[in-house]
Nanobody, 115 residues
Framework: QVQVVESGGGLVQSGGSLRLSCAAS????????MGWYRQAPGKQRELVAT???????NYAALVKGRFTISRDNAKNTVFLQMTTLRPDDTAVYYC?????????WGQGTQVTVSS
């Protein structure tokens, strides 16, 4: 059984920073891609950033230059360092793991940015 667990969300003021973590555990095999997505109220879930096993990352235009994704392959963990946060970054942030030809999602962690 595979588990994907996020942590690190919370309430922060505009301009502040937060660091999210996501750990995958269980019989997950080799992880191809790990990423972060987010969903704001009334909106569709959208890509934030992804990173592959070689360390190549990809970012949504809205977060490029403010967010940094990193990964610890040995621990099946991915991080999202978020800086210069804005109220429109408020959303539930989800971790997604691509492994064994399947997609695994975490339960999400709330990030709220106050103005």
């Amino acid at each position: 059984q595979v588990q994907v667990v996020e942590s690190g969300g919370g309430l922060v003021q505009s301009g502040g920073s937060l660091r999210l973590s996501c750990a995958a555990s269980g019989s997950i095999g080799s992880i191809i891609l790990m990423g972060w997505y987010r969903q704001a109220p009334g909106k569709q879930r959208e890509l934030v950033a992804t990173i592959n096993s070689g360390g190549t990352s990809n970012y949504a235009a809205l977060v490029k230059g403010r967010f940094t994704i990193s990964r610890d392959n040995a621990k099946n963990t991915v991080f999202l360092q978020m800086t210069t946060l804005r109220p429109d970054d408020t959303a539930v942030y989800y971790c997604r793991v691509n492994a064994m030809g399947r997609l695994f999602w975490g339960q999400g962690t709330q990030v709220t940015v106050s103005s």
